[in-house]
């Protein structure tokens, strides 16, 4: 007698809803027609045959129900006796009772949240599993939104935390919600889902704008259209700039949250007065407090800074320093004029006094002028600068005159980034403009260009041109006079006052741009933009400013 197969397995999943499949024994005899009976252990009750007893050669299907079994592994057995056959046959029956897929359940599959405030509350998800111990990772989808923590385990009988929170501080208001996922992923279990999503959405509020300053601060009267600039608080794309009393939005340019452009058109300009200016966001932001820009000819100054470094807290004798405001200078600009050697202290019929003494005049335009700082001014706050435009009424300011206030003049004119600069190599003796595509080597000499260096002279030259033509240096001059002090310089963090070999008058400038020739240190850091300070006097120029080095 011969049993096919002499083994069955059964697998069952605890709570689905079939149950397996019978399955079949084959039983055959070496010859003739016998009979036979089956039997199973009476107290395995989970297992069965179709067949108590037959003639051979017969098919025994044999089934199982594994209801209300607990999870497990179960082994039963079937005996086939058959007549004239000593030894029974006995099929090995086994029964693997599984767990269902554990279930990683979310408390909530959104969130919403809303700014301001910016960061806002933290809001909660609770993970919990039905069965076997669940490993969580959870990403956040957007870089204004965060999960904590990022990775863990759910027990059962427990939950695990999600804590979530948006921080809203880049992000500009808008009426639709700003929307990202939490993406939750299971491992280390069957489950039923591998990845579950969390929508956050959060919408961004508008809140009341602000107004700091207007530049300028005067429009001219009967001009043409005229571009403000608003410095303040909370400006995004929907922000709008309007004239109060008048309807219509200005034409607008949003720079930043903090800045922004607006076109004055020409006929709000047609008359003098002030032009109450308001910045509005729509709901529920609403509209800042109105700035007044006046509208008028008369000239105003709207501020002095250094002709270098665009610094205004002080400015020493001998400085360059440039003037902007409205109608301060001709409509048609104007360059310095040399006679005799000396710039001349009334350009375009513009004339400046500073404390009272007649400043050497270098550019004039409508809205701006450039000027020499007279070394005879006296040291000291609140010094009288008088800007006279013709016969129009002065306009007048005051500054603070210091010792020193150095400025370095930069490539861009900005003020700041690259140092306008000239190489000399060490070696090769050529001179070219310091750039990223000619940069200063270690060991070449750098001259850099400041102003603000404060009187050095002998004698007050306010004015003088240095050069062969006009203006003859006398005797007593040669060599040209130098700071002395010398400047200290450092170049990529490493001091370079050793290697400062002149800090005198520029050839061919007018006295009071300063010309420092220095060698690039041994130790310097190199690149695009290696930072320069230097120091005269004890006070430092403008930060920001860079060099061009290469080893």
Partial sequence: MTTTPGTLTFTYQEGAAALPRAQSVAVKPSSGKPTFTTATPPSDYWLTVNMDSGVLPASISVEVNPTSLPVGSYTSSMTITVSGVASPAVVTVSLEITSPPSTLSLSTNSLIFSAPPSPSIAQTVMLSTNGSPIAFTATAGAAWLSVSPAVGIVLPGDQAMLSINVDATNLAPKVAPYSANITVVASGA?????????????????????????????????????????????????????????????????????????????????????????????????????????????????????????????????????????????????????????????????????????????????????????????????????????????????????????????????????????????????????????????????????????????SLLTGAVNTNTGFVIPVSYTPLPQLSPLPTVSIGGVDASAGVSYAGVVPGSILGVLQINVVVPLGSSTGTAVPLTVTIGGVTAQSNVTLNVHP
């Fill in 190 to 458: 069957s489950v039923t889902a591998k990845s579950q999503n969390i929508t956050v959405y959060v919408t961004v509020n508008s809140l009341t704008p602000t107004i700091a300053s207007i530049w300028p601060p005067v429009l001219p009267e009967n001009a043409g259209a005229q571009t403000i600039t608003i410095r303040g608080t909370s400006f995004y794309s929907a922000t709008g700039v309007f004239v109060q009393g008048v309807a219509a939005p200005l034409v607008t340019t949003v720079l930043s949250p903090s800045a922004l452009m607006a076109v004055v058109p020409a006929p709000l300009l047609t008359q003098g007065g002030v032009l109450n200016i308001i910045v509005e966001n729509p709901a529920p932001g609403g509209s800042s407090a109105p700035t007044g820009v006046s509208v008028t000819n008369v000239p105003t100054i709207f501020g002095v800074f250094s002709a270098a470094s665009y610094a205004s807290a002080a400015f020493s004798p001998g400085e360059l320093v440039t003037m902007f405001g409205s109608n301060i200078g001709p409509a048609i600009p104007a360059t310095m004029s040399v006679v005799q050697g000396y710039v001349t202290t009334s350009l375009g019929n513009v004339t400046v006094t500073i404390d009272g003494q007649n400043a050497p005049i270098l550019y004039v335009s409508a809205s701006q002028v450039t000027v020499q700082v007279p070394y005879e001014a006296i040291i000291g706050a609140g010094q009288t600068v008088i800007v006279t435009n013709g016969a129009n009424p002065p306009a007048s300011t005051t500054i603070n005159i210091a010792p020193a206030a150095p400025g370095i003049f930069t490539a861009d004119g900005s003020g700041e980034g690259e140092a306008s600069a000239i190489n000399t190599g060490a070696t090769s003796g050529l001179v070219t403009l310091n750039s990223t595509t000619n940069p200063a080597h270690i060991g070449d000499t750098v001259s850099l260009y400041l102003t603000g260096e404060g009187n050095y002279n002998p």
